[in-house]
Nanobody, 123 residues
Framework: QVQLVESGGGLVQAGGSLRLSCAASGRTFSTYAMGWFRQAPGKERRFVAHISWSGGRTRYADSVKGRFTISRDNANNTVYLHMNSLKPEDTAVYYC????????????????WGQGTQVTVSS
């Protein structure tokens, strides 16, 4: 059974940084693409970032390009989201996702989901 457990969320001032982590278990981590979504209060869940199974290809939402970086550590079955220059509009619950299909290069839309971690950016 695939499990994704996020950590690293919290309260930070605008302009600050956070690093989210997602520990994966239940399958061979290195063969699956991973990603992050977020959901702000009263809004739909939205794509944030994606990293291919090899780590060689990444994609970002326009709203976070240049500020957020997704990375993965296959030795530790963990994917990270490094968030810099945080803004109040980044406040959301952040969800880690794992592609259900192996060797994915692009977001598939078919994911396992973590339980989410809250990020709050104060102005």
């Amino acid at each position: 059974q695939v499990q994704l457990v996020e950590s690293g969320g919290g309260l930070v001032q605008a302009g600050g940084s956070l690093r989210l982590s997602c520990a994966a278990s239940g399958r061979t981590f290195s063969t699956y693409a991973m990603g992050w979504f977020r959901q702000a209060p009263g809004k739909e869940r939205r794509f944030v970032a994606h990293i291919s199974w090899s780590g060689g290809r990444t994609r970002y939402a326009d709203s976070v390009k240049g500020r957020f970086t997704i990375s993965r550590d296959n030795a530790n079955n963990t994917v990270y989201l490094h968030m810099n220059s945080l803004k109040p509009e980044d406040t959301a619950v952040y969800y880690c996702v794992g592609d259900r299909t192996s060797y994915g290069e692009y977001p598939s839309g078919n994911y396992y989901w973590g339980q989410g971690t809250q990020v709050t950016v104060s102005s």
